[in-house]
């Protein structure tokens, strides 16, 4: 009989051990599907960090662009203004013409 209660023991000492192994098997089953889609979304963020950083670059190099043309086009009005004012100064209507808001 003490035979048969150290099986019984030893077989509910078995089966308890079978049962965490199993818990622990699907707990590292859980985790590792965690860890792949933690990982996946990990890519999909790199990825779109690449482009945002393309995007980035590309809207500086327009920005660039924009700055440029427009410090052009300040420098030709600028000449033009220049050009105009010399005209009137060698016309003598300098002082003749009317500025805005004298009256």
Do not use: F
Not at 32 to 60: I, K, M, N, P, T
Request: proline content about 1%; aromatic content about 0%; hydrophobic content about 50%.
């Amino acid at each position: 009989m003490a035979r048969k209660a150290a099986a019984a023991a030893m077989d509910g000492k078995s089966s308890e051990l079978a049962r965490a192994v199993a818990e622990a098997e699907a707990r590292e089953e859980r985790l590792q599907r965690e860890l792949e889609a933690a990982l996946a979304r990990v890519a999909v963020a790199e990825e779109a960090e690449e482009r945002l950083c393309v995007q980035l670059g590309e809207l500086e190099a327009e920005a660039m662009t924009q700055a440029m043309e427009y410090q052009q086009h300040v420098r030709a009005l600028s000449e033009r203004l220049a050009l105009m004012d010399g005209l009137l100064r060698s016309s003598g209507l300098h002082g003749a013409v009317v500025q805005p808001g004298l009256h």
